[in-house]
């Protein structure tokens, strides 16, 4: 049995690791990766936390803060029901885009003492300004390893928000507020009977639509401060971007449709019972962003 070649995602998760590797341009950090595997080997990222205060930051190696791992760790095992699924640490600018041979061996070595099936080893590389992040499976019994792609689930993890508010006073989270992928291995769309994530024709079938739908959602997340933002799919696997009252009351419901760019997102304002479905939408020099804030604030009460 060959290690997989694919690492699920969610966006948030990725964009987490962007930001804390940005945040140590020229040291190595690092931190953990939770989620569970499925029954074929695959890792599904489901949370990632980084470096604790007391973190060991060098040139060439990072040490976790062990204490600040016990903690996090035992309530995302104990309460949420994640698995320690891996690990991952940064090479920042050192040019080395996998793992070392220390990072194998290491693995290998405590993949035997745990009696580890599988183990997922992320590695980050960056500039200045841009981050990118490569993907490696191990399997039990060997240490050699799989370069594996991303598949990307464009919206935020369902355990974002609520572990975050459950760590509150223990977490430690990114100075960076921004994410910067670059140079990224995406598994491309599958179409022709294999699973795709979204209809036929749907706007986010174009992979670089997944920036745009994510910069979409930070606008909406600036507008609410208050309330949780989120990315859902429907039962038709329509994308909605939605904002909630922490009592999970939904305040603004924001689909897109079918036909989106070229037909309007549909934003209903729940609470007055207000839906905006068309009027005024235009393309703004052919960009999706700057029709939707537009678009959004023409509307808004």
Not at 67 to 94: D, P, T
Not at 133 to 156: C, D, G, K
Request: charged share 20%; proline share 5%.
């Amino acid at each position: 049995m060959k290690p997989a070649d694919t690492v699920l995602v969610y966006q948030s998760e990725l964009d987490y690791l962007s930001r804390c590797i940005l945040d140590y341009p020229h040291i190595e950090t690092g931190g953990q990766l939770f989620g569970y595997w499925t029954s074929a080997g695959v890792p599904v990222v489901l949370y990632a936390i980084g470096p604790g205060d007391n973190a060991n930051h060098q040139t060439t190696f990072f040490n976790q803060d062990l204490n600040y791992l016990e903690k996090v760790g035992g309530v995302l095992v104990h309460e949420f029901g994640l698995q320690h699924i891996g690990e991952w640490h940064s090479h920042h600018q050192l040019g080395l885009a996998h793992p070392s041979g220390h990072d194998a061996s290491t693995i290998y070595d405590n993949m035997l003492k745990h009696r580890l099936r599988w183990f997922l080893l992320c590695i980050g590389n960056c500039t200045n300004t841009t981050s990118t992040i490569n993907a490696f499976n191990f399997i039990e019994n060997t240490p050699r390893y799989q370069e594996s792609q991303w598949e990307v689930l464009p919206m935020e993890s369902p355990f974002r928000k609520v572990v975050d508010r459950r760590l509150k006073q223990v977490l430690r989270h990114p100075y960076t507020k921004v994410s910067a992928l670059v140079g990224m291995k995406y598994k491309s769309t599958m179409v022709h009977g294999v699973k795709q994530h979204y209809p036929e024709g749907y706007w986010l079938n174009e992979k670089s639509n997944n920036k745009v739908l994510k910069q979409m959602l930070d606008f909406v997340q600036a507008q609410y401060e208050d309330f949780v933002c989120s990315v859902s799919l429907d039962k038709n696997k329509l994308v909605h971007i939605l904002a909630k009252e922490e009592n999970e009351s939904t305040v603004v419901d924001i689909l897109f449709p079918i036909g989106f760019p070229k037909q309007s997102p549909l934003i209903t304002f729940e609470a007055d019972g207000f839906c905006a479905s068309g009027l005024g939408w235009h393309s703004i020099d052919g960009a999706i962003m700057p029709s939707f804030v537009e678009y959004y604030n023409a509307h808004r009460l």
